[in-house]
């Protein structure tokens, strides 16, 4: 039994460090403070082959496994969760339900420019409407003369309205709520800039200021019959199973802002000192960032742990289990580094000139996208055999 990443991964963390420290750090405050999402920079990380980690090399892909993805995001989540949620949604949303649900034709088409990271995609679930509960779907599709229809919108939907946003794949109702029975959930792909397709204003959000994020509305967009994805009525479903995986990348980008916190709180209590001694003597910060190293720890092996069922093929009961329990631990974790972190730093943990501000604005979101703290908690007793509504 190893609790160790390979001497492959650990190498690869490195290149990702170095770039994140390079490429991203020096400028992550100018960004944030603009609310600038930084095309050259994504590209330059689908150059250096993050898009297409694991993705199959008759795409342009590495071929790798799960585990090499969460390292990535991880070490992106570490200086910006900005620029880790768009790598996350970018493979997760984006290219993974075409490369797991498209057809020969869709995967030829899409997945070239996505996995080297020239394009982007985005999935669009959530509804105004229709958050956790997504079966309440109210955007319509309607079949006829070989196009959808597509009627409805959107909320909350990431890497949908940037310059290199090429596709977004959108859950749409195919069956007639007047017919009665359970609604019929589909997923059709919308390329961008399809005629009724509108991308609405960037969202002024708390955190994650950097991630692009749109509402979108659909209002009678049409494309060809051949733009669904995978089988009609099983959108949501599909769904469903690319979300177990998110979960989980969702947690290793919540364990690169816990890591960052306590790096950042290691070195500023070395350094600031109070009545003739560093702060990190003190007692109080000391047991608090050894706390902190406790939770981070186990975050990660959660988290690690979840990867691996992925990549050994584990069945998915254990596998969901393992990525609500990753997710709902490193989320709630990362929340509460962001606290301590802001308290060791005192006054200047408040002022925006210190990562661990930024940290502390995008965190809360970590417990909330790709399935709230609530539906973990829900998913988890289901997996315990409870009767849970």
Not at 26 to 46: I, L, N, S, Y
Not at 236 to 248: E, H, K, M, S, T
Not at 310 to 324: C, H, W
Request: hydrophobic share 40%; aromatic share 8%; net charge negative.
């Amino acid at each position: 039994m190893s609790f160790q990443l390979n001497e492959e991964h650990e190498a690869f963390r490195k290149v990702v460090r170095d770039f994140a420290e390079h490429e991203i750090a020096p400028h992550v405050r100018e960004w944030d403070k603009a609310h600038h999402f930084p095309v050259d920079t994504v590209q330059k990380m689908g150059e250096l082959g993050l898009f297409g980690l694991n993705a199959p090399e008759e795409y342009g892909g590495a071929g790798g496994d799960f585990t090499t993805l969460c390292v990535a995001i991880e070490e992106l989540g570490r200086i910006d969760q900005s620029i880790g949620i768009t790598l996350e949604a970018g493979v997760g949303l984006g290219i993974n339900p075409i490369l797991t649900f498209g057809t020969d034709d869709q995967k030829q088409r899409w997945l070239p420019d996505l996995v080297a990271g020239r394009t982007i995609a985005a999935f669009g679930l959530t509804e105004p409407d229709a958050g956790s509960d997504a079966g309440a779907t109210r955007t319509r599709a309607t079949l006829d003369g070989g196009q959808w229809t597509v009627n409805g919108s959107k909320a909350f939907i990431t890497n949908s309205g940037t310059d290199m946003t090429s596709v977004v794949t959108v859950t749409a109702r195919t069956n007639d709520p007047a017919e009665g029975g359970r609604p019929e959930i589909s997923a059709i792909m919308i390329p961008a800039g399809t005629p009724g397709f509108t991308v609405e204003p960037a969202y002024d959000k708390l955190g994650w200021h950097i991630s692009d994020t749109h509402g979108l509305t659909f209002d009678d967009c049409r494309v060809p019959e051949e733009n669904l994805l995978g089988a009609r009525g099983k959108g949501y479903a599909q769904f469903l199973a690319v979300l177990d995986d998110g979960r989980i990348a969702i947690a290793a980008l919540a364990v690169g802002l816990a890591q960052g916190c306590l790096d950042l709180s290691l070195r500023y209590a070395k350094e600031r000192h109070t009545f003739g001694v560093p702060i990190g003597a003190r007692q109080a910060v000391a047991f608090s960032l050894s706390d902190l190293a406790v939770s981070v720890e186990a975050a990660r092996l959660l988290t690690y742990k979840a990867a691996w069922l992925k990549d050994a093929g584990r069945p998915a009961a254990e596998l969901k289990q393992a990525a609500s329990i990753a997710k709902l631990y490193a989320t709630e974790a990362a929340v509460t580094a962001t606290r301590v972190a802001t308290q060791v730093f005192g006054g200047n943990g408040f002022m925006e000139e210190y990562p661990v501000a930024r940290f502390y604005r995008d965190a809360k979101i970590l417990e909330i996208g790709e399935g709230t703290s609530e539906v973990q908690r829900m998913l988890i007793a289901r997996g315990l055999g409870l009767p849970v509504q």
